[in-house]
């Protein structure tokens, strides 16, 4: 009787690892189906060429490679890079039970050579503009005790009317005096795809005299001038513990590959722009961008003046200065935009 009890169980058992395993295979089939024909497992895609792969789960960075082959995909980005070249997906990598899937189209690329290169592929729809602090986190606080956190929400809000007019798609990460933590900003980005990120903060230095724009834009921190560099991302929030010394550097070798050069010539874009409608700005500077880190798009700062400065101060109150801020880095964007624009037709 207790063998026939026992027999039973683990038909049981057996019949529910078989009812768990069609469950997974329908997911999985479920979760690709809607295009078959544009994906391709990672591990057939690899054995196909001859490739060998690492996935970094932190970072979402997919590595392919074979002697003279260094391909560099990231999870749900539409953003590759192959052995010096940087070019777009139309779909992006996925992540689906367990395995991991690359786009078909991958293989016209590299193997066809049909490679894009980013620089002339590169159009700006999709602009997320990040009002920087919030809620309880005011920002620096201002020579008559105003917060930076309104200040920059008023000139993100401005920011997004401009664009908006000028027929870009902009969304705010933050529309209200809300707290966001850096992973929230990321993923607004991340979820809207979008193309450019910009960040608007005000300044604070203890020496009141300071006063003008800065534009900073992505950089390793390894670079020079960190102790700034490192006060700055402190500062505004843009230090996040999390990463691995192993992840971090992965990371600043696929960013600064992707997006280093769009930050640097949006940030010239921006700065042309500000100068060109007189403000007082100094030249792009780099800074650790640390709230790009994941977001893996082309990024800049601005800080749109110094709080600290009872001059400058009543200006960045003031909602006319605001709008020509806001004014000031839409333009910079269309100039950018109409650039690559012209090279993409080249
Ligand atoms: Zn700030």
Known sequence: MDGIILLMKKLILVMFLILMAACETTTYRGAIRSRPQEFISIDDFCNKHNLQYSFNAFDDVIKIFSIGNDIRLVLNSNIAYFNGATFTLKNTPQYSSGKLFVPQELEKIVFAKEQVNLRTAFTIKTIVIDAGHGGKDPGAISCRGYPEKDINLKIAKYLKEELKQRGYNAILTRSKDVFLTL????????????????????????????????????????????????????????????????????????????????????????????????????????????????????????????????????????????????????????????????????
């Open 183 to 346: 992973q929230q900003r990321v993923d607004i980005a991340k979820k809207h795809n979008a193309d450019i990120f910009i960040s608007i903060h005000g300044n604070s230095n203890r020496s009141r005299g300071f006063r003008g724009t800065e534009i900073y834009y992505l950089s390793p921190a390894r670079f020079d001038s960190q102790a700034r560099a490192l006060k700055l991302a402190k500062e505004e929030n843009f230090y996040s513990y999390k990463l691995s010394p192993d992840a971090e550097a992965i990371l600043w070798d696929i960013v600064l590959t992707k997006n280093y050069s769009l930050s640097v010539d949006l940030s010239r874009s921006l700065y042309f722009s500000f100068k060109s409608l007189g403000f007082k700005v100094e030249s792009p500077k780099r800074a650790p961008y640390y709230v790009l880190r994941l977001a893996y798009v082309p990024a800049v700062l601005v800080e749109t003046g110094y709080l600290s400065n009872r001059y400058e101060e009543r200006f960045l109150r003031n909602d006319s200065y605001q709008m020509q801020i806001a004014e000031a880095i839409a333009l910079g964007i269309v100039s950018m935009d109409n650039e690559y624009d012209s090279l993409a037709r080249r």
